[in-house]
């Protein structure tokens, strides 16, 4: 009986996840929403690995969005994944904030942790120069800025 | 055997499969089942085991994972190579760097783009998973305007975005991690475990370096990785002529010398390059005139490098 039972809810789980309902899962560190499909549009906020918005639409390589809180953008293709079973979405719809417990769930791997166990073991790898590394940031502006005064992307017909 | 309970057996297993291709929904569906009492945490843990070690190959490594993976990859590149710390060449790197990503097919990644110059005459450029980006100052000299070194970044972009570098992980380790995480359940590593997976990962990491400064990529990932970039510099409307003439420029230099290291030992011939994305630039109608303040900026900034 309890296999039984064990059958028949993953055949309800495979049934829930054909929903039509298209979830996607933040996959990058952090990632803008914006009013438009295109990176130098105003950012409405920043949505974090894991966070969940539900798919509307989609346009040269950006997915529009809707979030729990019913706000709707545009994020790039690149940063989001879709998740292939629906089955969270019909549990709880969709929603913006992801709980530790999945942060951590789906961090398990080649992480933080394996990490500081693989610098502990070599205490002569010196990973300074990296973290610097990744403070080199231009701003969305000066990116914009340098695009624009060297007519590239959708300035190139600027005279 | 009741054709009823083979029936259902079936299914189960159709089922798992199906699920498997998302693991961590199979996971997450699992434990919902266990606190709502329809498994037990042993059904729990069986079906966490079976979609881990459903990961088989590079293209399973999560973002974050590529991300940590090359973390350590740049860090044992900087074990052998001394920075050349220079705010303003590094500041104009960066800002090329993030511009030329905007119109590549991976403008996002897990941490973002960021690039290192290297003080060494050699001429080379290396690309560590999860973003991070090596240029040498001997490299720099050879690139006669921005559009060159726009096709330069261009191209390392494109072997990140295609994942070249995860390729070289073995297969058998790869399969082996795998394995490992689906056999530990908890949200941190126990201490055995750990120190099991701190081997894989220092042997992936071997595997990465060995190849990005030892063996260098295949002939397809460099061609790929042309002809990738060659779609991102018209798509931000760089000229790809820059690249064409660094190429012929690499194959002049390497006639004169063979005792250079770097970029002659891990790429393909210049010439045999030059030819092929000769081929695909004549495709491209279209000439790009290069406007006065990309020279003039490119110029300002070179003279730190000369």
């Known amino acids: ?159 | 055997m009741r054709p009823c309970y083979i029936f259902f057996k079936a299914l189960c297993l159709a089922v798992s499969f199906l699920f498997l291709v998302n693991c961590a929904v199979t996971q997450k569906g699992a434990e919902i089942l266990e606190k709502t009492g329809k498994i037990t945490s042993e059904d729990k843990e069986l079906i966490t085991k079976t979609s881990e070690t459903v990961r088989t190959s590079f293209r399973d490594l999560s973002e974050e994972e590529e991300y940590y993976i090359g973390r350590s990859v740049a860090a044992l590149i900087l074990s052998k190579y001394k920075v050349w710390d220079n705010s303003k060449a590094t500041n104009y790197v960066n800002l090329l760097t993030q511009a030329v990503a905007l119109f590549s097919d991976r403008p996002e990644i897990y941490a973002g783009y960021h690039t290192l110059i290297l003080d060494t005459d050699e001429v080379n450029a290396l690309a560590a998973p999860g973003g991070f980006i090596f240029l040498t100052r001997g490299l720099l000299r050879l690139c006669s305007d921005e559009d060159t070194l726009a096709g330069i970044i261009a191209h390392e972009i494109a072997h990140i975005s295609a994942r070249h570098g995860l390729q070289a992980i073995k297969k058998s380790r790869l399969i082996e991690a795998f394995k490992l995480l689906a056999s530990e359940t908890a949200e941190r590593f126990a201490p055995e475990r750990l120190a099991q997976l701190t081997n894989l990962f220092e042997g992936t990491l071997d595997d990465i370096v060995g190849q990005l400064i030892e063996r260098g990529y295949d002939r397809r990932s460099e061609h790929e990785a042309d002809s990738l970039s060659l779609t991102t510099l018209q798509r931000a409307a760089y000229s790809p002529q820059g690249m064409l003439q660094f190429l012929e420029a690499l194959a002049q230099t390497k006639t004169k010398t063979t005792s250079l290291k770097g970029w002659f030992s891990t790429h393909p011939e210049p010439m045999d390059r030059y030819e092929r994305l000769k081929a695909e630039v004549s495709l491209v109608k279209k000439q790009v005139i290069i406007p006065k303040v990309r020279s003039s900026r490119f110029q300002q900034v070179a003279s730190t490098w000369k």
């Open chain 1, 1 to 159: 009986m309890k296999k039984l039972f064990f059958l028949l809810s993953l055949i309800c789980i495979f049934v829930l996840s054909l929903s039509k309902t298209e979830i996607l899962i933040v996959k990058v560190q952090s990632t803008a929403l914006r009013p438009e499909p295109n990176f130098f549009s105003a950012v409405k906020l920043m949505l974090k690995a894991g966070d969940q918005v539900e798919k509307l639409d989609s346009k040269g390589g950006w997915f529009q969005v809707r979030l729990s809180s019913g706000t709707v953008g545009w994020v790039h293709s690149s940063a989001v994944q879709p998740r292939p079973s629906q089955l969270m979405a019909l549990a709880q719809g969709p929603k913006t904030q992801a709980t530790m417990s999945e942060v951590a769930l789906a961090s398990k791997g080649f992480n933080r942790q394996v990490e500081a166990s693989y610098r502990q073991k070599h205490p002569e790898i010196d990973y300074s120069w990296v973290d610097r590394m990744l403070g080199f940031k231009a701003s969305t502006e000066a990116v914009e800025t340098f695009l624009r005064e060297g007519q590239l992307g959708e300035w190139k017909e600027a005279k």
